[in-house]
């Protein structure tokens, strides 16, 4: 019997003690960035990823970026970058990348908000509101008795929201009723991840607004020499009057950054992205600066303005660009580089190259350069061109339509300069962009994806103009695609080799991806569903064949990766004001010449938006090899 008073007595006990202490252990704090992919100026639209990513399933978790694609093609018939290409960082008519919500500029933030919520509330405290308490810390200890802090007031089961200083970090402390409940150590690690080369970097072919077309209206492209009339064509939505007016480029396609035709859907930013929404605690911070038409001479260390004509087109080669941007607004001085990329004379067009360079002691530092270049220095698109003009065209006099027609016999010289150019390369991501020498992996080239080839991996697209229809000039050689697939191997080759010598990583998993999904891939007959439809739609006799153009989706899910002259008309719908086709080129208005762009400089022979994802998914690996190989490092 006395043993039951003692018993009560160590239970009192036991139970002031523990009111008596700090009872940190009695919840949980768990957070995350409120917007962890910064490029995005409002954090819904990096939600909308978020909540897709989420509900991948297991399956689908192993290609993310391509199931997470398919997924919002289906919640968005017209494109998801639709609503988002308009608030981003990027600022067009400066060409710069500037600072959005958040204190700092955009590439050298001072803070970023996070949501926080706690888990593990005793049943007590569920109906309690809580005191949060944030305080500036730079040193991993508890807060120090003065240190400037920040409160919220809130039910305990709710989320609150801090801004935390960056890259310090700051100590979150939560009580109710005078008790504490949890502390926690908050602190972001933001990683700087930069995107050049050239419009399989940039996305192009898939605009961020794709054009829309009339249900009811025509139009027609006039007479091409020795040819046939161009009538009944898909025509855009708009009360324009002709082709090329004011009204009708009005309603043209709209791009992020459309100098250079680049696309929310391109591969390095949907890589980025992702990378993003994998780790709670991690920002990442995008300047991508792939351009359309780029070479590495012409677009990485020279000034290329853009394949589109803009009021202010890239007034820096995307080297600098980037050297700029790592300054985040301080000066990034121009400099005189006389002798050290010409390489001795072999690449002259590099002498005395001026190219800015921020200060070592003031570069933030690149975690990843994505790179994807190469294919315009051997001349691919004028490759394609040779594939698919007849030898006896009239297009194949002018010369193609991308620049001169090239078979695979002219390219064994190209691919030799283009190791020389790769060389030059490697020094200026070293030495003006500051990768260290030893830690050339953070640089991840990515090879181009195989454009002809069939599911046994060893035909390619037969002769015919499946796609392609929608010019009269337009067939596909099945031993010319079979040339260029030549070239392409021996361009894949070389790149490999570049990766290899210099220590980058190389992400290539997709090129066999890609086999039975290039640009013949689709049906002929209307058997397949309406994606998949290769032939053009005209209006004939008053009736849309073999289906109306406004029921176009550019970005469903099909079977081909590439986009076709067809497709591209339909998606991109390039074309140049009117006054300009007559004026330069002296052709008749309504010209067949506008359907040559908007067949071709829309975006033909370039990956679609699922195409992309192919290909970042393909990175992703990669590029988390290499993330988690530095943040090891950094921990000791």
Not at 186 to 202: M, P, Q
Not at 292 to 320: H, K, M
């Amino acid at each position: 019997m006395a043993a039951f008073p003692f018993r009560c007595a160590m239970a009192v006990l036991v139970a002031w003690l523990m009111a008596a202490s700090p009872a940190w252990a009695a919840a949980t704090i768990v957070w995350r960035l409120e917007n962890p992919f910064r490029l995005f100026s409002d954090p819904v639209y990096t939600e909308l990823h978020a909540r897709v990513f989420a509900s991948l399933t297991p399956q689908e978790r192993k290609s993310p970026i391509v199931a997470s694609e398919r997924r919002l093609a289906r919640q968005f018939p017209g494109g998801w970058a639709k609503s988002v290409f308009a608030h981003t960082c990027w600022r067009g008519e400066a060409n710069r990348y500037t600072g959005c919500s958040e204190r700092g500029s955009y590439m050298l933030p001072r803070q970023h908000r996070v949501v926080l919520r706690l888990e593990g509330l005793a049943l007590q405290d569920r109906n309690r509101h809580c005191r949060w308490r944030l305080t500036s810390a730079a040193r991993a200890a508890p807060p120090a008795r003065g240190a400037r802090d920040d409160t919220r007031i809130a039910p305990c089961t709710k989320p609150v929201r801090f801004a935390v200083p960056y890259p310090d970090g700051a100590w979150v402390s939560v009580e109710a009723g005078g008790k504490p409940l949890a502390r926690q150590r908050v602190k972001v690690r933001d990683i700087l991840i930069v995107g050049l080369g050239d419009s399989f970097a940039s996305g192009e072919g898939n605009p961020d607004v794709p054009v829309a077309f009339s249900r009811t209206r025509a139009a027609s492209y006039g007479v091409p020499p020795k040819s046939v009339a161009l009538e009944g064509y898909p025509a855009r939505l708009g009360a324009w009057s002709e082709i090329g007016d004011d009204v009708f480029l009005a309603n043209g396609p709209r791009w992020w950054a459309r100098a250079c035709h680049r696309s929310l859907y391109g591969h390095q930013l949907r890589a980025a992205l992702q990378l993003a929404l994998e780790d709670p605690h991690r920002a990442v911070t995008f300047a991508g600066f792939a351009c359309a038409g780029a070479e590495i001479t012409d677009g990485l260390f020279l000034v290329y303005r853009g394949n589109e004509w803009v009021p202010n087109p890239p007034d820096l080669p995307q080297i600098s660009a980037a050297a700029v941007a790592q300054c985040g607004g301080r000066s990034a001085p121009m400099r005189i580089y006389p002798h050290a990329y010409h390489l001795k004379g072999r690449l002259p067009e590099l002498a005395d190259i001026v190219l800015a360079n921020c200060p070592r002691k003031r570069a933030r530092k690149i975690d990843l350069l994505l790179l994807s270049i190469g294919g315009n220095d051997v001349g691919f698109s004028r490759i394609v061109a040779n594939a698919v003009l007849a030898d006896h065209s009239m297009l194949r006099k002018l010369g193609g339509w991308i620049g001169e027609v090239q078979d695979g016999s002219q390219t064994g010289g190209l691919v030799a300069r283009l190791a020389l150019r790769y060389k030059a390369l490697n020094r200026a991501l070293h030495n003006i962009l500051h990768i260290p020498w030893r830690e050339a992996d953070r640089i991840v080239l990515t090879a181009y994806p195989v454009l002809a080839l069939l599911e046994d991996g060893r035909s390619v697209c037969p002769d015919g103009r499946a796609g392609l229809d929608v010019f009269p000039e337009f067939a596909l050689s099945e031993a010319k695609a079979r040339d260029g697939e030549t070239v392409s191997n021996r361009l894949h080759a070389a790149m490999r080799a570049a990766a290899r010598r210099y220590g980058w990583s190389f992400a290539s998993a997709h090129r066999t991806a890609f086999a039975g999904h290039g640009i013949c891939a689709g049906s002929r007959d209307g058997s397949g569903p309406l994606a998949d439809e290769l032939r053009m739609p005209r209006l004939v006799n008053g009736r849309w064949r073999p289906y109306n153009p406004a029921d176009y989706a550019p970005y469903a899910p099909r079977r081909r990766w590439f986009r076709t002259p067809n497709d591209a008309f339909l998606t991109g719908n390039f074309h140049v004001a009117g006054t300009v086709v007559k004026r330069a080129l002296r052709l008749k208005r309504l010209s067949w010449f506008q359907l040559l762009l908007a067949s071709t400089y829309s975006g033909a022979f370039h990956p679609t938006a699922e195409g992309q994802a192919v290909i970042a998914d393909a990175i992703l690996p990669v590029a988390r090899r290499v993330l988690a190989k530095y943040a090891r490092r950094e921990r000791r």
